[in-house]
């Protein structure tokens, strides 16, 4: 069965119980067992749940893997990942990164005696170079968030596999309708499910999909011992919003290069950030990998600060939040927001200045959106030329 087909039925034949077409919130902690150690394949819902179930089999069939698992958050099904590892181990990320993961990495991973080496995200070679007896993962983001640089997935994954380590890819700005990583070589997927996946930033939830049966079998044991998992409510709600997939990712893509195209043309933007732009570095690799651009934009101001607060306070349908993928647009400063985690010398350094924004672009007319982001625009404009002529005066 096609991507569209399989999300909306994968893993959800009627309930086998009532037969209800649509998967039922199971909205139970546990099961009635029948006699000892006799029951229907559910004891307890930290375990398992037909609901959660449902989910982490329509997710693994979206990614083409054999096993999935649902997780409270992203950073829970991140952190379910990085279990696997043991003091001594390696890992080597991409230095373009969500700033809890690099937190977790910082602040939770290294203080366990497990080191990790940042190195240029699109840089392959670079992957390689830093490699060390002991590294167990390589880790990168592709798009990265928030500067959009994109990972040759298949390369990266050659040089885990050669050394005999695991790579990672975080396919929460792609998804799996644009990008799917395990086809390519990879060896683990880690999603926020807060973001495209549910769709409509209702829910905060994370999954890891793979077809390597040890991490599957090591990282479920996590899931179980620490108990990060989502309630059967939330994973109802992502099993929901899933099923629209791949319309909405259609429309994303088509608002976002319509967008990236406008600021790409604007005297107040400096530099733009958008794999679907002939001029992004990455633009041939994004043709060769991905479906589709994707809808996240990311900007910096030929300006200032202040430029960034004005125009951050005239924007009217996208709103100033943290977070992505939903339908409505939303914009993010990631230097105060999602990147405030890392301090600022490191952020700079990585090109996440004070004056980058980044869009997630959302599914609303693409008229309204730009005309939104011109007169928000206009009024960053405006303000400067009244404080020219204040300053001539
Ligand atoms: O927020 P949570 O569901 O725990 O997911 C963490 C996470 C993991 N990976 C990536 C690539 C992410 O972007 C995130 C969360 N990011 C934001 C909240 C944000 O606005 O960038």
């Known amino acids: 069965m096609k991507f569209a087909t399989r999300a909306i039925h994968a893993g959800q034949e009627a309930d086998p119980a009532t037969g209800a077409t649509i998967t039922p919130i199971y909205q ?22 037909p609901t959660r179930a449902a989910l982490e089999a329509c997710l693994a069939a979206l990614e083409n893997a054999r096993y999935g698992l649902a997780f409270g958050s992203g950073m829970a099904a991140t952190s379910a990942v990085l279990s696997i590892l043991r003091p001594g181990d390696h890992i080597i990320a991409g230095d373009d990164l969500y700033g ?4 977790i990495f910082e602040r939770v991973i290294r203080p366990m005696g497990i080191t990790i080496d940042y190195v240029p995200a699109r840089e392959t070679g670079a ?16 798009p990265t968030n928030p500067l959009l640089a994109l990972v040759d997935i298949a390369a990266v994954a050659n040089i885990a596999r050669e050394h005999g380590a695991r790579l990672v890819v975080d396919n929460t700005f792609a998804t799996p309708y644009l990008q799917r990583p395990l086809d390519l070589g990879a060896h683990i997927v880690v999603h926020s499910t807060t973001k495209y996946i549910n769709g409509h930033s209702d829910v905060v939830g994370g999954a890891v999909l793979t077809s390597d049966e040890q991490a599957y079998t090591d990282i479920k044991f996590y899931q179980n011992a620490a108990g990060g998992v989502p309630s059967p409510f939330d994973s109802w709600l ?5 099923k ?3 319309v909405r990712m259609r429309q994303h893509c088509e608002n976002a290069m319509r967008i990236a195209e406008f600021l790409a043309e604007h005297t107040l933007v400096r530099d733009i950030y958008y794999p679907g732009l002939p001029a ?8 060769r990998q991905m479906a589709g651009f994707g809808g996240m934009v990311s900007f910096a101001f030929d300006g200032t600060r202040a430029d960034v607060d004005t125009f951050v306070r005239h924007l009217k349908v ?3 939040a943290e977070s992505l993928g939903g339908v409505e647009s939303l914009c993010c ?10 301090p600022a010398e490191e952020r700079e350094r990585r090109g996440v200045t004070d004056t980058l924004l980044r869009l997630s672009v959302g599914i609303e007319d693409a008229d309204d959106l730009i005309a939104d982001l011109d007169q928000a625009l206009q009024a960053v404009a405006a303000t400067r030329s009244t404080a020219i002529s204040g300053a001539a005066r």
Do not use: C
């Not at 992957?127 to 592709?142: C, D, F, G, M, S």
């Open 333 to 342: 400063h990631p230097a105060s927001m999602t990147h405030g985690s890392i």
């Open 28 to 49: 139970t902690s546990t099961y009635t067992q029948e006699g000892l150690g006799e029951h229907k394949g559910f004891e307890y819902s930290r375990t398992s749940n």
């Open 127 to 142: 992957y390689q170079a830093a490699l060390r007896p002991e590294t167990k993962l390589i880790w990168v983001e592709t």
């Open 238 to 242: 992502v099993l929901r919003g899933v």
């Open 280 to 287: 992004h570095p990455d633009h041939e690799l994004a043709q």
């Open 100 to 103: 809890g993961t690099y937190r």
């Open 244 to 246: 629209t997939l791949a």
């Open 318 to 320: 996208f709103a100033l």
